[in-house]
């Protein structure tokens, strides 16, 4: 069994990992950090978790686990690692967005991958240290990189997409309330999302000179989780073609499946599955992505890429069924 610690313990992504590594077959969880509860129930916090553990969280810190996932809020990572030093054996994912891009990936002697296993799951398995990608960001690169990798983002990407109130986060703020999200939809951080800078270095991974823009509008939806995208480009093949194009490249992904049904959100919600459709209007190609922000787009993909760490099956701890009445 792996040690395992976790930093930033309160979070709702704290609270979904937990609850997986709580059944990872493979996983014993060492401690749990967090200086607002420490010493207070896990489960009094994660109510969801209420005779699941007895385990209560601290603020000291175990150097040697083999695991640390952090889960502080986007750029305290960088500054919790500069506090506390984790022994030379110890592999560190981090949930934030402070080493995702290539400018911010060495710290302190530490080269930290991107971890989208879908674009280098080989490269994952040799690292010591994971940069978690961003919940919009999952859903988006997976709805393009197909496309990517074959030269084929020529024109405009326009990028659609609408996430959960957890994808706030729990602090309370104004668009958070229930009263002004219930029965509520809104944009924010039109054309310039901070997730727009790692689908960028990504797609130009694939597809090395690719100066398209995307235009991603990102929108409030009234519901708690998940993440529902819709992207259309200009594509000059025909469906099945792309259909051909998206199935190759997926083949072998563990957890995205390209589906000849249109989708909805609660075929992902509670998975740590990414689904895509596509759809052919003219020459424009429609492909919608939809995930679980809190799974897929956070805790379930730093699971699976803990896995490929370990050389687990990269399944391991996520055969999820999702919520579907």
């Known amino acids: 069994?792996?040690?395992?610690?976790?930093?930033?313990?309160?979070?709702?992504?704290?609270g979904e990992l937990i609850r997986l590594l709580l059944n990872h077959p493979k996983t014993t969880i060492n401690f749990v950090f967090s200086t607002s509860n420490a010493g207070n129930a896990i489960s009094s916090v994660h109510q969801d978790l209420v005779g699941s553990t007895d385990m209560r969280f601290t603020n000291k810190v175990n150097a040697e686990v083999e695991v640390l996932f952090l889960c502080l809020g986007h750029g305290n990572s960088k500054a919790f690692l500069s506090e506390f030093t984790f022994s030379k054996h110890t592999k560190i994912i981090d949930l934030s967005n402070d080493f995702r891009l290539v400018k911010d990936q060495l710290f302190q002697g530490k080269e930290f991958i991107y971890g989208l296993p879908e674009l280098q799951k080989e490269t994952i398995k040799k690292a010591q240290y994971i940069a978690n990608p961003g919940c919009f960001a999952t859903a988006i690169q997976l709805a393009l990189l197909p496309l990517a990798k074959s030269d084929f983002i020529q024109e405009a990407v326009h990028v659609n997409a609408v996430t959960g109130a957890t994808g706030a986060g729990t602090s309370l703020s104004k668009t958070t309330h229930f009263t002004w999200?219930?029965?509520n939809f809104s944009y924010y951080k039109p054309f310039i999302h901070q997730h727009l800078d790692e689908?960028?270095?990504?797609?130009?991974?694939?597809?090395?000179?690719?100066?398209?823009?995307i235009h991603f509008m990102p929108n409030r939806g009234n519901f708690s989780r998940g993440i529902f995208a819709t992207a259309y480009t200009s594509f000059k093949g025909?469906?099945?073609?792309?259909?051909?194009?998206y199935k190759t490249f997926y083949k072998d992904a563990?957890?995205?499946?390209?589906?000849?049904?249109?989708?909805?959100?609660?075929?992902v919600v509670n998975t740590n599955k990414c689904l895509v459709h596509l759809h052919k209007h003219n020459n424009t190609l429609l492909i919608t992505s939809c995930i679980d922000n809190?799974?897929?787009?956070?805790?379930?993909?730093?699971?699976?890429?803990?896995?490929?760490?370990?050389?687990?099956?990269?399944?391991?701890?996520l055969q999820l069924k999702a919520n579907f009445f």
């Open 294 to 317: 809190l799974l897929k787009g956070a805790s379930g993909q730093a699971v699976q890429n803990m896995n490929l760490l370990f050389d687990f099956e990269e399944n391991q701890g």
């Open 1 to 14: 069994m792996i040690q395992i610690g976790i930093i930033g313990g309160a979070g709702y992504t704290a």
């Open 181 to 183: 999200r219930d029965n």
């Open 254 to 267: 563990a957890f995205t499946v390209v589906s000849d049904n249109e989708l909805h959100l609660k075929q």
């Open 199 to 213: 689908i960028h270095q990504s797609l130009k991974q694939l597809q090395e000179g690719m100066d398209s823009e």
């Open 238 to 245: 025909s469906l099945e073609e792309a259909k051909t194009l």
